[in-house]
């Protein structure tokens, strides 16, 4: 996974000088679970399927320019590892912000599933 090359993905459109921002989100293992476990490893698996249909939706909301994603799939990943990378480019902050917001929610909650090992 690549945060540069996510962004130059999304700079390399020939609208691009329409965005006036691209907001990222940089999802990483963390060494404690929610209920307080330690953690030692994180697996994620993604349904392909649902999250094309989500970047195609998310992608057609009013001053988005570009969704893209990289998700961390079917390997252990250790604490500090990335697990998700997301980038939004739109025309302002309030259009922007708010799909970064929603994707990521239905990213967590309704496209990817993660199996956590404690130490």
Do not use: C, Y
Not at 82 to 101: F, K, P, S, T, Y
């Amino acid at each position: 996974m690549n945060l540069q090359a996510l962004v130059e993905r999304i700079r390399s459109r020939p609208d691009f000088p329409r965005a006036g921002m691209i907001l990222v989100h940089n999802g990483v293992v963390r060494e404690t679970a929610r209920d307080g476990r330690r953690v030692r490893s994180l697996r994620v698996a993604v349904d392909r399927e649902r999250l094309a249909l989500l970047l195609e939706r998310q992608r057609r909301r009013p001053g988005i320019l570009d969704v893209q994603v990289e998700i961390a799939e079917g390997r252990e990943l250790a604490v500090g590892e990335d697990v998700m990378l997301l980038a939004v480019a739109g025309d302002v902050r309030e259009n922007v912000i708010a799909v970064l917001a929603e994707t990521l929610e239905l990213i967590k909650t309704t496209i990817t599933h993660k199996v956590e090992t404690f130490a």
